[in-house]
């Protein structure tokens, strides 16, 4: 995880809140965030992150695909065209009330052919993957290009997240 790379000490603790995956997509995002870190408990001194990513294509959002036929579904949805990727995210401490905030990140698919869409689909790397791929992995073949924050799209803001918290550096172990 990047943050380990950066030195910050983390803890994960996965949260097994209900997400919504209707509604304006900044708002699904940011209140799932919020769900993930309001369900993991917080000692004293400690920072609760909670994240929650999804892609959306002219307000729609394009979830986790359930199975292969869904995977490739959302491929030819996203072919060709700049679909966005939002990530909420939630900052809580066990004083004080949990902010959010969300970064927002335009992605441009290449036109994708059936070839490329069974291949992409084969790999499959959609699995658990909002909008169904990891730009990070193989799914970096399918990107005409990015603008924004390439972090945001593997899953974690972290030009945001460093600028709420630019202390997440200077605290780091040594």
């Known amino acids: 995880m990047i943050l380990e790379r950066l030195g910050i000490e983390l803890d994960v603790r996965p949260s097994d809140a209900a997400e919504l995956e209707q509604g304006d997509p900044q708002a699904v995002a940011c209140e799932n965030a919020l769900r993930k870190a309001l369900a993991v408990p917080i000692a004293a001194g400690e ?3 909670g994240v929650d990513t999804i ?4 307000g729609v959002i394009h979830g986790k695909p359930r199975d292969e036929q869904e995977a490739a579904r959302t491929m030819r949805a996203l072919s060709g065209k700049t679909h966005v990727v939002i ?4 900052l809580r401490e066990q004083a004080g009330e949990p902010e959010t905030h969300a ?3 335009s992605v441009t698919f290449r036109e994708l052919d059936d070839d490329l869409i069974d291949w992409y689909v084969a790999t499959g ?6 909008g169904g791929y990891a730009i990070q992995q193989a799914g970096g073949a399918l990107i005409r290009e990015i603008d924004g924050d390439y972090n945001n799209v593997v899953g974690l803001p972290l030009a945001l997240l460093l600028d709420l918290r630019p202390d997440l550096l200077t605290l780091r172990s040594t």
Do not use: F, P, Q, Y
């Not at 790397?125 to 909002?130: D, F, I, Q």
């Open 87 to 90: 990530s909420g995210v939630a």
């Open 55 to 58: 892609v959306a294509l002219d």
């Open 103 to 105: 970064a927002l990140t």
């Open 125 to 130: 790397e959609w699995r658990e993957r909002s």
């Open 47 to 49: 920072l609760v992150l």
